[in-house]
C-alpha cells in the first residue's frame, strides 16, 4: 500500500479542523490528549508522505472559512478528512458544502462523541461522510489518512476491484 517515497500524481488530502482546536495540548486534555494540533499537523504529513500523497493542513474558528476550504478541495484536493468540532453538530453550511464535493470525506473526533452529551450525538457531517473515525485521539487522524489513501490511490481502488470480483 505504501509508496517508496516517490510522489504521485494526486491532487493533496484537505484535513481541515474546527473551532476550538487551536487549543489542543491545552484545553481538556483528559477529554482530547496533549498532543497540539501543530504537532498531529506534521504526523498526518509524514503518515500521507509514505502513500506518496501531499497534505493541505488547516484550522479555522470560522464556519464561512471551512467551507470556502471544502468548496477549494472541489477542484485542488483528491479527498477531505474532517473534524468540524462543534459544526459538526449545527452546520447545515458545511453539510451543503460537503456535498457538494464529489470526492471521499472521511470525518474525524479526537474524542468519542457518542460516549459525550447528548447534544454531540448527532452529526451533520457523517450524514455525507464516507467513513467516521472516532475516539482514537490523534492515532484517528493517522488511521484516517492510511484510509484516504486506499480511497483515492488508483493502485489501491484496482487491488479492491479485483477482490470483490
Known amino acids: 500500500m505504501a509508496k517508496s517515497g516517490k510522489q ?17 495540548g ?23 508522505k509514505t502513500h ?30 474532517l473534524n468540524a468540532a462543534a459544526y459538526t453538530h449545527t452546520s447545515v453550511a458545511i ?4 456535498r457538494s464535493l464529489e470526492k471521499p470525506i472521511i470525518e474525524v473526533h479526537l474524542s468519542n462523541p457518542h460516549a459525550r452529551e447528548p447534544f454531540r450525538h448527532r452529526s ?11 475516539g482514537l485521539k490523534e492515532q484517528g487522524y493517522l488511521a484516517a489518512v492510511d484510509a484516504m489513501a486506499v480511497l ?7 487491488s ?3 477482490a470483490q470480483s
Open 26 to 48: 491545552t484545553r481538556e486534555p483528559e477529554i482530547y490528549g496533549r498532543t497540539t494540533l501543530a504537532e498531529i499537523g506534521r504526523q498526518v504529513a509524514a503518515r500521507a
Open 152 to 158: 483515492i490511490t488508483p493502485d489501491a481502488a484496482a
Open 124 to 134: 451533520f457531517v457523517s450524514k455525507v461522510a464516507t467513513g467516521v473515525i472516532c
Open 160 to 162: 479492491r476491484s479485483k
Open 52 to 81: 506518496g500523497l501531499g497534505v493541505v493542513f488547516r484550522q479555522s474558528n470560522h464556519e464561512g472559512e471551512l467551507v470556502d476550504w471544502i468548496q477549494e478541495a472541489r477542484l485542488k484536493g483528491s479527498g477531505v478528512i
Open 95 to 98: 453539510y451543503d458544502a460537503l
Open 8 to 24: 504521485n500524481k494526486a491532487l493533496p488530502i484537505y484535513v481541515l479542523n474546527g473551532p476550538t482546536l487551536n487549543l489542543l
